[in-house]
């Protein structure tokens, strides 16, 4: 069993994603405009552009291109960070502020529909599962000092 379970989170994430995406089809943004997005509201306004990639998991040249993209359609703006000039923030414009809600109530409805049968107590139970598996492999992945 243990050894299908990367290959189960694998397909999960796909899964999650496709379903999710299905539902932000008819808003004109592509699966990694609608997730970077989404990882920006989470994070907080004002990350790096550095950052944002690495919390979503992608090489910073595939960032900036989503990023010049969704700063083309008037929904993203970029700053030069204060405290470092070679650092770019990233902020939502009104435009994007307002697409975002449209965003994040497609993404809870695709939520609801990816849990569907799981009670809440099973919802609880899962959520605090993959967090740990995330802690463990964020362990793994940090060399240890010496």
Same mark, same amino acid.
Not at 25 to 52: F, N, P, V
Not at 130 to 136: C, G, K, P, S
């Given at each position: 069993? @243990?050894?299908?379970?990367?290959?189960?989170?694998? !397909?999960?994430?796909?899964?999650?994603?496709?379903?999710? &995406? +299905?539902?932000?089809? &008819?808003?004109?943004?592509?699966?990694?405009?609608?997730?970077?997005?989404?990882?920006?509201?989470?994070?907080?306004?004002?990350?790096?552009?550095?950052?944002?990639?690495?919390?979503?998991?992608?090489?910073?040249?595939?960032?900036?291109?989503?990023? =010049? =993209? /969704?700063?083309?359609?008037?929904?993203?703006?970029?700053?030069?960070?204060?405290? &470092?000039?070679? +650092?770019?923030?990233?902020?939502?414009?009104?435009?994007?502020?307002?697409? /975002?809600?449209?965003?994040?109530?497609?993404?809870?409805?695709?939520? !609801? @529909?990816?849990?569907?049968?799981?009670? @809440?107590?099973? +919802?609880?139970?899962?959520?605090?599962?993959?967090?740990?598996?995330?802690? =463990?492999?964020?362990?793994?992945?940090?060399?240890?000092?010496?």
């Amino acid at each position: 069993m @243990e050894s299908n379970i990367g290959w189960l989170l694998s !397909r999960a994430a796909f899964a999650w994603r496709d379903a999710v &995406d +299905r539902y932000m089809a &008819d808003l004109g943004l592509t699966q990694t405009r609608w997730i970077a997005m989404l990882h920006l509201d989470r994070m907080g306004e004002g990350c790096s552009q550095k950052d944002l990639a690495d919390n979503i998991g992608i090489e910073q040249s595939s960032m900036l291109r989503t990023l =010049n =993209n /969704l700063e083309a359609a008037d929904l993203l703006i970029r700053k030069t960070c204060s405290q &470092d000039a070679r +650092r770019r923030t990233v902020w939502f414009t009104d435009k994007g502020r307002s697409l /975002l809600q449209q965003v994040e109530q497609r993404a809870s409805a695709g939520r !609801r @529909e990816m849990l569907e049968g799981l009670s @809440e107590e099973e +919802r609880k139970i899962f959520h605090t599962l993959l967090n740990q598996v995330i802690d =463990n492999a964020h362990h793994i992945s940090k060399p240890e000092k010496s």
